[in-house]
């Protein structure tokens, strides 16, 4: 017979577009409101990538990732997604921008081998994980680098979000490592 054994946890994180600076603070606060602490924040960037949000957030787009202290199951990343879908809704009322949509929120997770996003939008290479949300491959980490797929976003291929992205894995298995210690302790 099979062993079927529970997923490790993974580390949550959540990248930001937002319209201006005010907008990405306010973004970050939920975040953490509603998630828990953050371990790391990224450098605020830049998205220069594509003119698709620009109906949405208008001309000057900032990027930011967040990510969270406390690390969760897998297999909460629909409800997750679901619930930051609620907080853009929330914060596009508060912030009162003349923007539909000041803010977009897409949490994904960390494993050590992989980055994972969410989306509401199912494409070929998506994969459906329950409450009407899809799970993306994303970039996968192999002998110490990340790398791309052919369908990854551009902004995802870029040295500086690795950078941040790798600094997050080293907690994450710093993390996983202490919850095995502490295992084999017990």
């Not at 298995?173 to 302790?185: A, F, G, P």
Request: charged share 30%; with cysteine; hydrophobic share 35%.
């Amino acid at each position: 017979m099979w062993e079927i054994h529970e997923p490790q946890p993974v580390k949550l994180i959540v990248a930001i577009l937002a319209a201006n600076e005010r907008c990405l603070q306010a973004a970050r606060d939920s975040i953490i409101d509603e998630f828990g602490k953050a371990d790391m924040v990224s450098e605020t960037w830049s998205f220069t990538q594509t003119q698709y949000y620009k109906d949405e957030l208008g001309e000057n787009v900032l990027r930011q990732f967040v990510s969270i202290k406390e690390l969760i199951h897998p297999g909460k990343l629909a409800s997750i997604k679901n619930r930051t879908n609620e907080m853009e809704q929330n914060l596009a009322k508060q912030l009162n921008e003349p923007l539909p949509r000041p803010v977009n929120l897409d949490p994904g997770f960390i494993e050590p081998s992989k980055l994972v996003l969410a989306s509401t939008k199912n494409f070929s290479h998506r994969i459906f994980i329950g409450e009407r949300i899809y799970a993306e491959l994303t970039l996968n980490f192999c002998r110490g680098t990340w790398k791309g797929f052919e369908y990854t976003f551009p902004d995802y291929k870029q040295d500086r979000y690795h950078a941040f992205l790798s600094d997050i894995r080293e907690i994450l298995v710093d993390q996983l490592r202490q919850l095995r210690k502490e295992k084999i302790e017990q």
